[in-house]
């Protein structure tokens, strides 16, 4: 199988006033898994949406495999697997019967539709679940059906918008495993994530975007050749919730930090320039301030640390 | 994990031309309406209004049964009319804001489908459910009708009058699948079809008539009239309204056959296109 290409031109998305998508160019061609990274509201699913039709463009288009996606709808999906926004299957509908009606509007051959639902069944681990009605499945085995739906047709480019989010920590491994195994065969897969160890984990390449705007877009492992020695990051954590105004104030503007990510109310996450040297000064600076620090850890992640670097300089 | 073993060749695949899609999800969408509780639930409604009017007929035989002609006029145009605007809530109500509420939409719209396609697979589907309960009401109807007048005595006005009936429904239907593109929430869709056509019409209907004493052939409520009007005497087959006085004394109009088939088919066109432009452009935000 040939492997697939998205090309994003232009695209730009206005909600009233509210600009969701400022004109976003991203090219993506291969046999490879890109992770689609940025924080809640970035415009991460919404751009997954314009490149599925799902909304329309202000300004600019997208195309699936040259297809234009505006233009073509329906030829530009065609090889395209597509899940967004977790969709409910209608509830009695069982497995088998939500797949073969997918199959059949797709258009995969009557004689190769029963073999082919049971091997996506199998990939995503519900193949004893076939004759079950979906209504009475939890959340992450229906995303684990909604999956199986974006893989039926065996398609060349499958297009994933958040696969693990709102399941539990077995369900969003489970997911996990199931897209590492997809990059077993040859597909563009275009996954969009907030959670950096999944992208870590998973992809070859990294697009980051925030406020709707492109920050970069490269493999993973140049990102991580990027970050250079005396660059670092430390998890922080208090012995009470944190008021905003302190992380963005006070300890913003200590010496060496360049960045600062709430990971809950009571733990930050800080990046820094100047090496171990800074650390210490930060460690003394932050204990000084007497805001209740009772651990701080340093953070491993290259991937966090540009992470955390562009988008809180909001680049 | 293994990968899958049965991959398809990129020829094999060959999406459908948007007619036999339509096809193959109307019969997934027939089979999910039928599977439904909903369904059942509006079976045993029907079933439920036939005994009634069954119960009515039985006690009253006196009057509603001295000839077949009046007797189908009753019970026929007394019942019809509901069993079709219930249908019309319960299969087409949510049929286009349920796929936004529900997020169903979000699997469907993610294949290589037209989205007019999902809307007249969806709009086929839910006129075929519904006229399901048209026939069983009618069964129930005939039942009666052989019970008191004898198997060979249905008289031909029972088919003009199932045709009028079913091109109501369509016209009900459209309008609720209008209504149901409007809004991204069901309840909207249910409460507006359920007013409109239970209520509002009529009452719109006797205004334009009884106020400003125009020729209600705007108002679909008018057009219905036709569908009970047909097995009687004073019949206008015509394409214009006849005009009386009414109980107090009203200007009151009655459609003739054609206008009412013409106002229904109007009516259809009008708002399932206007439903279908509306689902081209909403947006799945």
Redesign the interface.
């Given at each position: 199988?040939?492997s697939g290409s998205i090309r994003i031109a232009g695209l730009t998305k206005r909600?009233g006033s509210f600009v969701a998508l400022d004109h976003l160019n991203l090219t993506l061609e291969g046999s490879k898994c890109v992770g689609f990274l940025g924080p809640n509201g970035a415009g991460k699913t919404t751009a997954l949406?314009l490149l599925?039709?799902?909304?329309?463009p202000t300004e600019g288009e997208c195309e699936i495999n040259g297809i234009s996606v505006q233009k073509e709808?329906?030829?530009?999906?065609?090889?395209a697997?597509?899940?967004?926004?977790?969709?409910?299957?209608?509830p009695?509908?069982t497995p088998n019967?939500?797949l073969e009606?997918?199959a059949?509007?797709?258009?995969?051959?009557a004689s190769?539709r029963k073999?082919?639902i049971?091997?996506?069944l199998?990939?995503v681990?519900m193949a004893d679940w076939g004759n079950q009605k979906v209504g009475r499945f939890s959340k992450g085995m229906k995303q684990r059906i909604?999956i199986a739906?974006?893989?039926v047709?065996?398609p060349?480019v499958v297009i994933l918008d958040e696969p693990s989010t709102g399941l539990d920590p077995r369900g969003m491994a489970e997911v996990r495993?199931?897209v590492r195994?997809?990059k077993?065969?040859d597909r563009l897969i275009f996954m969009s994530s907030h959670i950096l160890s999944e992208v870590t984990e998973i992809c070859d390449e990294v697009a980051l975007i925030d406020h709707g705007k492109l920050l970069f877009y490269d493999t993973l492992n140049n990102v991580t050749a990027r970050v250079s020695e005396g660059h670092g990051s430390v998890d922080v954590v208090f012995a009470r919730p944190l008021p905003p105004e302190v992380a963005s104030g006070q300890i913003r503007t200590l010496t060496g930090v360049t960045g600062i990510l709430a990971l809950s109310p009571d733990r930050l996450r800080i990046g820094f320039d100047g090496g171990r040297a800074i650390q210490e000064k930060l460690l003394e600076s932050l204990v000084g301030m007497h805001l209740g620090v009772v651990s701080l850890t340093e953070s491993e992640s290259a991937l966090e640390e540009v992470y955390l670097s562009r988008i809180s300089r909001g680049d | 994990?293994?990968?899958?073993?049965?991959?398809?060749p990129?020829t094999?695949?060959?999406?459908?031309d948007?007619l036999p899609?339509v096809l193959?999800?109307t019969r997934?969408q027939l089979r999910?309406y039928l599977?439904?509780r909903r369904f059942l639930a509006l079976l045993g409604i029907v079933v439920t209004i036939g005994v009634i009017l069954s119960a009515v007929v039985g006690h009253f035989r006196g009057v509603l049964v001295s000839d077949n002609l009046s007797f189908y006029g009753n019970f026929w145009g007394s019942g019809v009319y509901l069993v079709i605007v219930l249908s019309a809530v319960f299969f087409g109500g949510d049929a286009i804001a349920g796929e936004f509420q529900?997020?169903?939409?979000?699997?469907l719209?993610?294949?290589?489908?037209?989205r007019s396609t999902v809307y007249v697979a969806k709009f086929i589907a839910a006129f075929l459910a519904s006229t399901a309960m048209v026939l069983l009401f009618l069964v129930i109807l005939v039942g009666n009708g052989a019970f008191y007048f004898g198997g060979g005595l249905f008289p031909w006005q029972l088919a003009l009058s199932l045709v009028l009936a079913i091109a109501y429904l369509a016209a009900v239907l459209g309008a609720t699948f209008l209504f149901s593109s409007l809004f991204k929430t069901s309840a909207y869709g249910f409460v507006l079809t359920a007013i409109l056509f239970l209520f509002g019409f009529s009452i719109l209907e006797s205004l334009v008539s009884g106020l400003i004493k125009i020729e209600p052939w705007m108002v679909i409520s008018y057009a219905q009239s036709t569908i009970g009007g047909v097995f009687f005497s004073t019949t206008n087959w015509g394409f214009h309204g006849t005009i009386s006085a009414g109980v107090f004394g009203n200007t009151m109009y009655t459609a003739g056959i054609g206008e009412g088939i013409v106002i229904m088919v109007a009516y259809f066109l009008v708002t399932a296109l206007l439903g279908l432009f509306l689902f081209e452009?909403e947006?799945?935000?």
């Amino acid at each position: 199988m040939a492997s697939g290409s998205i090309r994003i031109a232009g695209l730009t998305k206005r909600f009233g006033s509210f600009v969701a998508l400022d004109h976003l160019n991203l090219t993506l061609e291969g046999s490879k898994c890109v992770g689609f990274l940025g924080p809640n509201g970035a415009g991460k699913t919404t751009a997954l949406k314009l490149l599925t039709d799902m909304i329309f463009p202000t300004e600019g288009e997208c195309e699936i495999n040259g297809i234009s996606v505006q233009k073509e709808r329906k030829r530009a999906l065609a090889d395209a697997g597509v899940l967004i926004e977790s969709p409910e299957i209608y509830p009695s509908m069982t497995p088998n019967e939500a797949l073969e009606m997918v199959a059949d509007l797709r258009g995969v051959p009557a004689s190769e539709r029963k073999d082919r639902i049971q091997a996506v069944l199998a990939e995503v681990k519900m193949a004893d679940w076939g004759n079950q009605k979906v209504g009475r499945f939890s959340k992450g085995m229906k995303q684990r059906i909604n999956i199986a739906a974006a893989l039926v047709h065996d398609p060349q480019v499958v297009i994933l918008d958040e696969p693990s989010t709102g399941l539990d920590p077995r369900g969003m491994a489970e997911v996990r495993t199931i897209v590492r195994d997809l990059k077993k065969s040859d597909r563009l897969i275009f996954m969009s994530s907030h959670i950096l160890s999944e992208v870590t984990e998973i992809c070859d390449e990294v697009a980051l975007i925030d406020h709707g705007k492109l920050l970069f877009y490269d493999t993973l492992n140049n990102v991580t050749a990027r970050v250079s020695e005396g660059h670092g990051s430390v998890d922080v954590v208090f012995a009470r919730p944190l008021p905003p105004e302190v992380a963005s104030g006070q300890i913003r503007t200590l010496t060496g930090v360049t960045g600062i990510l709430a990971l809950s109310p009571d733990r930050l996450r800080i990046g820094f320039d100047g090496g171990r040297a800074i650390q210490e000064k930060l460690l003394e600076s932050l204990v000084g301030m007497h805001l209740g620090v009772v651990s701080l850890t340093e953070s491993e992640s290259a991937l966090e640390e540009v992470y955390l670097s562009r988008i809180s300089r909001g680049d | 994990m293994a990968t899958p073993t049965v991959a398809i060749p990129a020829t094999h695949r060959i999406v459908p031309d948007s007619l036999p899609q339509v096809l193959k999800l109307t019969r997934y969408q027939l089979r999910e309406y039928l599977r439904s509780r909903r369904f059942l639930a509006l079976l045993g409604i029907v079933v439920t209004i036939g005994v009634i009017l069954s119960a009515v007929v039985g006690h009253f035989r006196g009057v509603l049964v001295s000839d077949n002609l009046s007797f189908y006029g009753n019970f026929w145009g007394s019942g019809v009319y509901l069993v079709i605007v219930l249908s019309a809530v319960f299969f087409g109500g949510d049929a286009i804001a349920g796929e936004f509420q529900n997020k169903t939409g979000y699997f469907l719209m993610g294949l290589p489908i037209r989205r007019s396609t999902v809307y007249v697979a969806k709009f086929i589907a839910a006129f075929l459910a519904s006229t399901a309960m048209v026939l069983l009401f009618l069964v129930i109807l005939v039942g009666n009708g052989a019970f008191y007048f004898g198997g060979g005595l249905f008289p031909w006005q029972l088919a003009l009058s199932l045709v009028l009936a079913i091109a109501y429904l369509a016209a009900v239907l459209g309008a609720t699948f209008l209504f149901s593109s409007l809004f991204k929430t069901s309840a909207y869709g249910f409460v507006l079809t359920a007013i409109l056509f239970l209520f509002g019409f009529s009452i719109l209907e006797s205004l334009v008539s009884g106020l400003i004493k125009i020729e209600p052939w705007m108002v679909i409520s008018y057009a219905q009239s036709t569908i009970g009007g047909v097995f009687f005497s004073t019949t206008n087959w015509g394409f214009h309204g006849t005009i009386s006085a009414g109980v107090f004394g009203n200007t009151m109009y009655t459609a003739g056959i054609g206008e009412g088939i013409v106002i229904m088919v109007a009516y259809f066109l009008v708002t399932a296109l206007l439903g279908l432009f509306l689902f081209e452009r909403e947006e799945f935000s």
